[in-house]
């Protein structure tokens, strides 16, 4: 069976990741991590942005987020980077507040099982012994 793909990038970090919908039936579709972050989202986030207005929401309030840090990169740009909404859906995973460092998320996997594009994320935490930054996070 021949499976056809459009270019894809995928912006992780609070996993931020673009992905195309395949054709074929419990195929993985590819996705390049394009940015990952400690400072997403203040709340649990998990969202697939398939228009340019729910993306430049998705920005500002990002944003405003980001500012509770005081530490590391944060998105500095006034205007949201531009995708190609015809294209690609851009998938987007924080895990929220953290206490403290230690904590991850990742998207491990996007797959099509012919009803549904399906995204496995993967959420780490730290051990209960292990030592971690005093410093509150927000993977993303």
């Not at 894809?8 to 054709?23: D, E, N, Y």
């Not at 195929?27 to 969202?47: C, D, K, N, R």
């Not at 980001?66 to 924080?94: C, M, N, W, Y």
Request: glycine share 8%; aromatic share 12%; net charge neutral.
């Amino acid at each position: 069976m021949r499976m056809s793909y459009n270019k894809a990038s995928l912006w992780s970090g609070i996993g931020f990741a673009l992905c195309l919908q395949c054709a074929n039936a419990d195929s993985s579709i590819p996705f390049t991590v394009l940015w990952t972050a400690y400072q997403g989202p203040a709340e649990p986030t998990y969202q697939a942005i398939t228009t340019r207005a729910q993306w430049v929401q998705f920005w500002k309030q990002l944003r405003v987020d980001s500012e509770r840090f005081v530490h590391g990169p944060t998105p500095r740009t006034d205007e949201a980077p531009e995708f190609d909404f015809k294209q690609v859906t851009l998938i987007v995973a924080g895990a929220g507040t953290k206490p403290m460092g230690g904590y991850s998320i990742a998207i491990q996997r996007i797959w099509d099982d012919s009803v549904n594009i399906r995204v496995s994320i993967e959420e780490t935490s730290p051990g209960r012994n292990c030592a971690g930054t005093t410093i509150s996070t927000a993977p993303f």
